[in-house]
């Protein structure tokens, strides 16, 4: 089917970036959905938590369309949005995203993309457009989907875009392995 309205494609876009970051979460412990795997701490379930804020701030806030509950900010955490407390569950952070993704997705079907809005955080530029936010927010959601995948990749080896469409090729571990040892070898002569 070919997709003609640019609003439709857009969504479209966004949905498939949201798809993959909760399908990142699928089957994997507590810990590690929360475990913090770079020197930055980035963790899968913070990445969610973020993304969560992301939608409710782009399309509630700079539209006049608050989330009607939102997350308590924590003053003395300037990144307490990028991880979960031991107390906030998986299900409550997963369950809170998929919310904020109807609110969007009301905001999103009920403007049109010409519709004004302003992004208090961005200052003197923050005067946009429901095109510019949802082009905004497709390029977030997809940059911590990249994020996620990496991670992912780091705690059980899974790979890929969505479940049935890894978009890699179809090969066994001995293949990635031995691609591996072939890139390490060209970086070690590089150097």
Not at 118 to 123: K, L, P
Request: charged share 30%; aromatic share 8%.
């Amino acid at each position: 089917m070919t997709i003609t309205d640019p609003k439709t494609s857009l969504c479209q876009y966004l949905q498939e970036g949201r798809d993959a970051m909760l399908w990142k979460l699928e089957g994997l412990s507590e810990y590690d959905v929360r475990r913090p795997l770079t020197p930055t701490g980035t963790n899968l379930l913070g990445l969610v938590k973020h993304l969560f804020l992301v939608e409710t701030g782009y399309f509630g806030e700079t539209f006049g369309r608050p989330f009607p509950d939102p997350l308590v900010v924590d003053p003395d955490d300037r990144n307490f949005d990028m991880w979960a407390t031991a107390e906030e569950s998986r299900e409550e952070i997963t369950g809170l995203y998929r919310r904020a993704w109807a609110h969007a997705d009301e905001t999103i079907s009920d403007l049109d993309l010409d519709a004004r809005g302003h992004v208090r955080w961005w200052r003197d530029r923050g005067d946009v457009t429901l095109h510019q936010v949802l082009v905004h927010v497709i390029a977030e959601t997809h940059r911590h989907a990249g994020h996620a995948d990496i991670v992912r990749e780091l705690v059980d080896g899974s790979a890929g875009l969505l479940p049935g469409r890894t978009n890699l090729p179809d090969v066994d571990d001995a293949y990635w392995a031995s691609y591996r040892d072939k890139l390490e070898q060209a970086a070690r002569a590089a150097r």
